[in-house]
């Protein structure tokens, strides 16, 4: 959909992210498989340049950050440390002993694979509705000609309670809601634990981001990866940063297929049981005046094995003014991105096919002189 077309939507259901804007429709690529195991359409297939080398997907030398969150807690200098090099050079790190109970990370695994596991038809009754952004569906589908993720998802917004709609929560599959419910509770704490963090390394006292976006929301894109007959060909996501501040990505701990971009090279990011990636989003990025890196990421697929994953977003509500915070700029380090109001920025980012890190390169950098 083009911006202009955005633009005029706004307005109705303000706080459900009905006004972010509307994917094109596609079909389900896990109804795809089930259909035809040996099918790659012509949209899935990438161009050449932008193909995965799958072929060393299990030898890649470089490993992310690991901060272990329990000394990140109580203040630890070396972690605290550690936090602040991984936001800057990586704008990715892995967390262990995060205090989310294995339970909970199961049992939100397994009601995700639930829901997939649904017949179609089933699965349809939970389908983005009308302009609705939440849902079973797709997003940043916004061409005929671009290429398709090799991922079906399903969009809920879970913070504040009164936003939430819950007619696309699946209430069939007993112990779906609690299992969000549950995790959704944990994620929330411990991203408002890192950001506490991150006021302070950014020279702030702890509360220092929250004064600043004030009320957050929380919403959480569940993506299937279908097995794929050809993985050389397609990718599970296309290359994207989060307009988001934080995400908490949730992986499978079987299955790889997350990488990131780092000193131009894709790097995959190895699950470690029950751990939890994090990365830094645009509005981080932006906040802190490109201090931290939102970076670049993508999925690939496998031959074999279905991949499942949860990126649990932490948003500012679509009226914040976001810009760099007075903190981080002075004559040493002058301001890098203009001002732009929330809303318009992720209107801006949706509407268009995911192209890397290009949109807030497009739209808030500030050419310097
Ligand atoms: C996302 C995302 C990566 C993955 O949902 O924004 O980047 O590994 N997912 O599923
Ligand atoms: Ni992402």
Not at 5 to 21: H, L
Not at 33 to 45: A, C, F, K, T
Not at 229 to 257: C, Y
Request: net charge negative; hydrophobic share 35%; charged share 30%.
């Amino acid at each position: 959909m083009r911006v202009k077309d955005q633009m005029e939507n706004i307005g109705i259901e303000e706080e459900k992210g009905s006004d972010w804007g509307k994917s094109l429709p596609v079909p389900s690529v896990q109804e795809l498989v089930r259909n035809d195991p040996r099918s790659v359409p012509e949209n899935y297939i990438q161009h050449q340049q932008d193909r995965p080398d799958v072929s060393d997907m299990a030898s890649s030398s470089f490993h992310i950050p690991i901060i272990d969150f329990a000394l990140l807690v109580k203040g630890d200098g070396d972690e605290t440390r550690k936090l602040d090099l991984a936001c800057k050079d990586w704008g990715f790190f892995q967390i262990i002993n995060h205090g989310v109970a294995e339970d909970v990370l199961l049992k939100m695994k397994a009601a995700i694979a639930a829901f997939f596991g649904l017949p179609l038809e089933e699965k349809n009754k939970y389908a983005q509705a009308g302009n609705d952004f939440q849902g079973y569906g797709q997003q940043y589908v916004v061409s005929e000609e671009q290429k398709l993720d090799w991922c079906d998802m399903v969009f809920l917004i879970t913070f504040p309670h009164e936003i939430r709609n819950l007619k696309y929560w699946p209430d069939t599959i007993p112990g779906f809601r609690d299992a969000v419910e549950s995790y959704s509770k944990e994620a929330w704490k411990v991203a408002n634990e890192i950001c506490t963090n991150i006021s302070l390394l950014m020279g702030m006292d702890k509360d220092g981001l929250k004064r600043f976006y004030g009320k957050t929301k929380q919403a959480m894109r569940m993506n299937y990866y279908p097995p794929c007959s050809r993985p050389d060909l397609v990718l599970g996501i296309n290359p994207h940063s989060d307009p988001d501040i934080i995400t908490l990505l949730l992986q499978d701990d079987e299955v790889p297929g997350l990488q990131i971009r780092h000193k131009d090279k894709w790097i995959l990011v190895k699950p470690i049981r029950n751990a939890i990636v994090v990365n830094v989003g645009d509005v981080l990025e932006i906040l802190s005046n490109g201090v931290y890196k939102s970076v670049e990421h993508r999925a690939i697929t496998n031959e074999t094995k279905a991949r499942v994953s949860l990126a649990t977003i932490k948003i500012p509500y679509d009226e914040l003014e976001i810009g760099p915070m007075e903190c981080t700029v002075d004559d040493r380090q002058p301001r890098m991105y203009r001002n732009i109001k929330y809303l318009d920025y992720v209107r801006y980012t949706l509407g268009r096919k995911m192209e890397g890190k290009a949109h807030i390169d497009n739209i808030l950098k500030i050419e310097s002189s």
